[in-house]
């Protein structure tokens, strides 16, 4: 039943997010053109919620120069993928790999039959065993919730916007329109000012609108996949520690899809993190097993296992 409301939930976002695509490109084409700018922005809209349905995923994996990869390649993932998908009840989603030393990973795919487990190259190096099953049924948890559209329609509409709003910029910049769409737009040049500082806003509010409790539901789920919550909770240590100290070149139109922000941590953009903190995820799962001492300590959220892990590195 929850899952059924879970699913629902996810397809009226994908409505709303499409809607909102819509209007805002609409908005923005009436400022710049008026009348005329509305109608070809309406067409440009309809465009681009067709391609945000389709292509969406495929524009993001070609993004990280993300490559389809074989069993034969990296046969561990190959494993743990096929394990965990007969646990989870799916299809067998395709795997891509990502030339990116920083550990991460994403689901992306329009629903569970199309989908695709992206893995960087860092993480299969990185993580133990254990820890690739937690990572991955994470992942698999978000297709089975049927996240994994909203995610890169999210990431479309998001990456959409801040083009607009370079545009905006430029189109201000020399002067926007002639005086006579002036009278007829009433935007003019402040308009497009108004929105080239307001879309960049709008884009990071639309990917955090992306409920940060699809996080915890995906790790929930996944440990459950997994059959224990350890190896995610590890990896999670592992990941927050890396994503500081190695941050991954990312688009930060697309930072919500990872399992950890890729974003440095000292970024202004992180302030906007899409992702619940992750001494709270980790906290959720049950903690990081530490030697207990008795000494009356609260128990490990992750940080410590995290600095601790980064320093033994160095």
Do not use: C
């Amino acid at each position: 039943m929850l899952k059924g409301l879970s699913v629902m939930g996810n397809n009226i976002k994908t409505v709303v997010l499409l809607a909102v695509l819509t209007a805002f490109i609409v908005w923005v084409g009436q400022i710049m053109g008026g009348t005329t700018g509305m109608v070809i922005a309406l067409i440009l809209a309809a465009a681009m919620n067709f391609f945000s349905y389709w292509f969406s995923d495929k524009l993001v994996l070609k993004m990280y120069k993300a490559k389809e990869v074989s069993p034969n390649e990296v046969p561990l993932v190959y494993e743990i993928v096929k394990k965990l998908t007969v646990r989870a009840g799916l299809p067998m989603p395709k795997v891509y790999l990502i030339p990116e030393e920083s550990p991460n990973a994403f689901a992306t795919g329009r629903d569970p039959e199309h989908a695709v487990v992206a893995v960087t190259v860092g993480l299969v190096h990185l993580m133990n065993k254990e820890e690739l099953e937690g990572v991955i049924a994470h992942e698999l948890a978000h297709i089975k919730n049927r996240d994994i559209l909203i995610g890169s329609i999210a990431a479309t509409l998001a990456g959409a916007i801040m083009l607009l709003a370079n545009m905006a910029r430029f189109a201000a910049f020399f002067g926007g329109r002639s005086g006579d769409d002036n009278n007829n737009g009433g935007g003019g040049i402040i308009g497009l000012i108004l929105m080239s500082v307001i879309a960049p806003v709008a884009a990071m509010i639309i990917q955090m609108a992306i409920s940060r409790s699809r996080e915890f539901l995906a790790d929930s789920t996944g440990a459950g996949f997994a059959g224990n919550s350890k190896g995610l909770s590890e990896a999670l240590a592992k990941l927050g520690s890396y994503s500081k100290n190695l941050p991954m070149a990312a688009n930060p139109s697309t930072a919500h899809m990872f399992i950890v922000n890729p974003l440095s941590g000292k970024s202004l953009i992180y302030l906007f993190s899409t992702h619940p903190p992750l001494e709270e995820r980790i906290q959720r799962l049950g903690g990081i097993s530490t030697e207990n001492l008795n000494d009356g300590s609260k128990p490990d959220r992750g940080e410590e296992a995290a600095k601790t892990f980064w320093k033994n590195l160095s």
